[in-house]
């Protein structure tokens, strides 16, 4: 089912959704807050992008053009009615197409920051799949996969450009050593907690193309408190 939902605590932007295949998560908000952008910043894309709720959060910390990329025909019209009806197609550019098009479309060392959710899991003959195709490309391997992702960053990122995904902790090694094989430096790494006792589920981590080694371990990031509510740092970021 079809519905539009204000955007976090943003009340004046709105976002489209599909109940019956995913609603956009808090890994988008966190990567969104994660990604640093400054004044060099002037060339941003969404890898993955859904129904862009990442580049809608970016829109409202740069006056920068962002543009994003979503294979799935279906999502793409989701996002497209959330880029009308905010008014924000000059602000958003969207393209339906497979990132590992994007070289074709533009010259190397054309970006200043990559971002993206990328599906999680791995694709093997055990895999147990949604009967759903569509949300099965939403979460698995399907169309894109960790190589695929970084060979093109290594093509598009301007030198010392950078790249920041949120991933699952337990696969951070193939981020790495993937990033690595493509000459992207990992810069920052942020573990993320349900609660404090628990163990780290999800991982935010920066690359930068061609970067001096030197890797930031940031202070942990827990979600909720004893009573599943959200604590206020994760709070101040719906905001």
């Known amino acids: 089912m079809e519905v539009i939902n204000n955007l976090l605590n943003f009340d004046k932007i709105k976002i489209f959704q599909n109940t019956d295949w995913f609603s956009f998560s808090l890994d988008s908000v966190l990567l969104a807050n994660f990604a640093q952008i400054n004044k060099k910043t002037s060339r941003i894309i969404d890898f993955c992008t859904g129904n862009i709720p990442i580049p809608l959060i970016l829109s409202q910390k740069t ?9 799935q025909k279906e999502i793409y019209d989701l996002a497209v009615k959330t880029i009308n009806i905010n008014n924000l197609s000059s602000k958003i550019k969207l393209y339906n197409m497979d990132i590992k098009e994007l070289p074709k479309k533009y010259e190397t060392d054309t970006f200043d920051l990559i971002t993206c959710n ?69 810069k920052r790494i942020q573990f993320v907690f349900p609660k404090r006792e628990s163990n780290s589920n999800i991982v935010l ?18 979600i909720h408190n004893e009573d599943g509510e959200y604590l206020e740092e994760i709070k101040a970021m719906f905001n």
């Open 63 to 71: 006056d920068k053009t962002i543009e994003a990329v979503e294979i």
């Open 205 to 222: 981590i920066e690359g930068t193309k061609n970067g001096k080694s030197g890797l930031k371990i940031l202070k942990p990031l827990y």
């Open 118 to 186: 990328p599906p999680f899991f791995k694709i093997n003959e055990n895999t147990k799949r949604n009967d759903d195709i569509i949300k099965s490309i939403a979460r698995h391997e399907i169309k894109v996969n960790l190589n695929d992702i970084f060979s093109v960053a290594k093509k598009l990122l301007k030198n010392n450009g950078s790249i920041c995904i949120v991933h699952r902790t337990d696969r951070l090694i193939d981020i790495i050593t993937t990033m690595k094989d493509n000459n992207i430096e990992p």
